[in-house]
């Protein structure tokens, strides 16, 4: 049985089917129709196409829009930013790709999704606005398409994946290891239990520090077309313009608690870990740091270890798994090294290094055309996200805490309960 449609790509096509038969009679006109139109010479017809938008695209929304440009059923119409120097560069990219001059450019995200051609958008924000931009875009009837960290805080987590799943529109976090070939593989080992009962899953959190945001000295706001300050807050904390701040990072995740590198670099690899564990939900045990390690258990006693050291120089994002009869590791070189040449099985593993995102945006763009469900999914997400948070609130109480991951919430203890959450500012809400 065939997949369906996106429903806005079916619509333009029953408009072009029901517009022929009206007009049945330009049949014979000597009207000239561009190839491009039907499809012709290799290209992919209107009604094929992905119409997409881009929601705060700086360094890595570049690159993730490079990506996309690459795609031939891809047609990029709009860019919403912050800054007007990065509205004018992304502006100057696309024009240059399509040698038009058509992409139209915004300063508040709404008015982009009220577009009603627009079929996806990338979120390419900085992390504060992620969650929230993807609910407005989910509401407004979008797919996305959202770089990590996904969330602030495990609130935000459960409610993305609830407004997902509520609104059945295609969501894909930009954890794009899950689409390259070796990381595949490993995760496989693990989950179809070729190496043995699983007991131990390792991710690297590149520095385990609870941070918490502050305020810099105060300087002079900048002009609003130029750059919006206030739209840059969004629903974090108020806080005086700062340039810093600004071209800052780890500000951007809101007015409290930070992630770090738990959340920022362990959104990568405790996300591989959760898909090795078969995306269950995360751990309910969570315990200080010890040793360089900060230890968390699932519910069926498997662990998941955070770890500084002690690998092997496989490249960054670099995770572990092992069992009880074999064990594997993997990281960004394309690599991997095995306990047994067996595990193998006679296959070849592709080795693509370097964590390219156009095979995850691939699977990103067949989803929201066959309305299926893509690797980096809300749900997958949700789960990742979580383990990262509640690791994140043992790490800054510096004591352990046990997560109940039936009720979300950590068992008699006010203090971590409190952690789960942020206030917003006014007017955001999720």
């Known amino acids: 049985m065939p997949k ?27 009207t000239i129709i561009p190839g491009s139109a039907l499809g012709l010479n290799g290209t992919v017809p209107p009604s094929e196409r992905v119409i997409v938008g881009g929601i705060g695209i700086g360094n890595r929304g570049t690159y993730d829009l490079g990506c996309f440009l690459q795609q031939d059923d891809v047609q990029f119409v709009a860019v919403c930013d912050i800054k007007k120097q990065r509205r004018l560069a992304i502006k100057k990219m696309v024009d240059g790709q399509y040698q038009t001059d058509k992409c139209e450019m915004y300063r508040d995200f709404r008015e982009l999704l009220d577009r009603s051609d627009i079929d996806a958008v990338l979120i390419a924000t900085g992390p504060n606005w992620h969650a929230t931009a993807s609910m407005y875009a989910a509401k407004a009837g979008k797919d996305m398409y959202t770089e990590k960290p996904v969330t602030k805080n495990i609130e935000q987590s459960l409610i993305l994946a609830d407004t997902i ?13 899950r689409n390259l070939p ?22 690297h ?15 002079d706001l900048p002009n ?26 780890n500000f951007e995740k809101g007015g409290g608690l930070v992630g770090g590198g738990v959340l920022e670099w362990g959104s990568h690899c405790v996300d591989l870990c959760q898909w090795a564990v078969d995306d269950c939900p ?19 006693g498997t662990e998941l270890i955070f770890r500084e050291t002690g690998w092997i120089p496989l490249g960054s994002c670099p995770v572990r798994f092992e069992g009880e ?16 040449p067996e595990l193998l099985a006679g296959r070849t593993v592709d080795e693509i290094g370097g964590y390219p995102a156009t095979f995850h945006v691939r699977d ?32 800054h109480l510096n004591r352990q805490v046990k997560y109940d991951h039936r009720k979300h919430e950590f068992i008699d203890d006010a203090q971590a309960n409190r952690l789960r959450s942020e206030a917003l500012r006014e007017p955001w809400r999720l």
């Open 4 to 30: 369906p449609t996106s429903p806005r790509v079916h619509d333009r096509r029953k408009f072009l089917k029901k517009t022929a038969a009206a007009t049945g009679a330009a049949i014979v006109a000597p």
């Open 165 to 177: 799943r509520r609104t059945g529109r295609v969501f894909q976090v930009g954890t794009q290891r």
């Open 182 to 203: 070796h990381f595949a593989f490993a995760c496989e080992l693990a989950r179809t239990g070729r190496l043995g009962k699983l007991k131990r899953v390792y991710a």
């Open 205 to 219: 959190p590149a520095g385990m520090q609870a941070m918490m945001s502050g305020w810099l000295t105060p300087e």
């Open 224 to 249: 609003k077309e130029d750059v919006d300050w206030d739209m840059y807050l969004g629903p974090a904390a108020w806080r005086p313009f700062n340039k810093k701040h600004l071209d800052g990072f």
């Open 282 to 300: 995360p751990p309910v045990e969570y315990d200080p740091p010890k040793d360089g390690q900060l230890v968390s258990r699932y519910e069926n």
């Open 325 to 340: 009869d074999g064990w594997v590791e993997a990281g960004d070189s394309g690599k991997m090294v095995l306990s047994s």
């Open 364 to 395: 990103f763009l067949d989803c929201v055309k066959t309305r299926g469900l893509p690797k980096g999914n809300a749900e997958a997400a949700c789960n990742a996200h979580i383990a990262c948070h509640a690791a994140n609130i043992a790490l």
